[in-house]
């Protein structure tokens, strides 16, 4: 009768792994520690790494996506996300997050010395994981703006 409570708990700790390893990814981007996200990421290439950031090409292998993440660091003074909708699925030794960023991000300082102005943007994001003698690291990321109304399409319906 016991089994299917230890399954339970079992699963139940491995979500909150995987819950944890995808916060530990957005805390250390907002922080701008680029050890504490690169090591987030899969050790190696046994299983090559991915990224795609909203409006760039796929980037495969660890290397290429953390200089992504390098050069990201390197031109965003300020960033913030805000996670909603985040939905956890496994399967094995696999993962899968799904969440909605809200990100309020800010460029280089200005002439001034003050941040740049801030941006809001809201991106939905996948992330893949895989369970590693280390814990849950992330294996793909992918992110994929949201696209809002535009009023002027209202307009431009109305007036046809």
């Not at 969440?99 to 893949?128: F, M, R, W």
Request: proline letters at 4%; charged letters at 20%.
């Amino acid at each position: 009768m016991s089994e299917p409570h230890d399954d339970q708990a079992e699963i139940a700790a491995d979500i909150a792994a995987v819950e944890q390893a995808n916060t530990a990814f957005y805390e250390a981007m907002e922080r701008g520690d680029f050890d504490a996200l690169s090591a987030v990421w899969l050790p190696g290439e046994e299983l090559t790494v991915s990224c795609v950031h909203p409006g760039w090409p796929v980037l495969s292998g660890r290397g290429e996506v953390l200089r992504s993440y390098a050069l990201i660091m390197a031109n965003t003074e300020y960033i913030q996300f805000f996670l909603t909708d985040v939905g956890v699925s496994m399967t094995g030794d696999t993962a899968l997050v799904t969440c909605t960023e809200n990100i309020l991000s800010g460029g280089p300082a200005e002439d001034g010395g003050e941040l740049g102005p801030l941006v809001g943007q809201l991106v939905v994001a996948t992330n893949v994981f895989r369970r590693t003698s280390d814990g849950w690291k992330l294996w793909s990321h992918h992110g994929s703006p949201v696209l809002g109304d535009s009023d002027d399409e209202d307009e431009d319906d109305a007036s046809s």
